[in-house]
């Protein structure tokens, strides 16, 4: 069975299988590529494009309103508003 992680981003984007991992287009900024990745077994996931990385709790805070990533920034430097 899927992890909570994977059902919730799968309803934002599309993914495909890794060897370890699952990846996509990141949801967070403009992804031209699968920089997006999700390790199904921690229930966390990292973008290796804007840097953000969290688990469950920051993918939903990351999908509250609209959001300026700054480059290389962590996740709590992302500005919601």
Known sequence: MPSEL?????????LSEGRKVLKGNCPFHNDQSESFMIYPVKEIFKCFGCGL???L???????????????NSSFSEVLLF
């Open 6 to 14: 994977v059902l919730l981003v799968s309803e934002h984007i599309k």
């Open 53 to 55: 990385e969290g688990g």
């Open 57 to 71: 709790s920051e993918f939903n805070e990351g999908n509250k309103g609209t959001q300026i990533v700054l480059y």
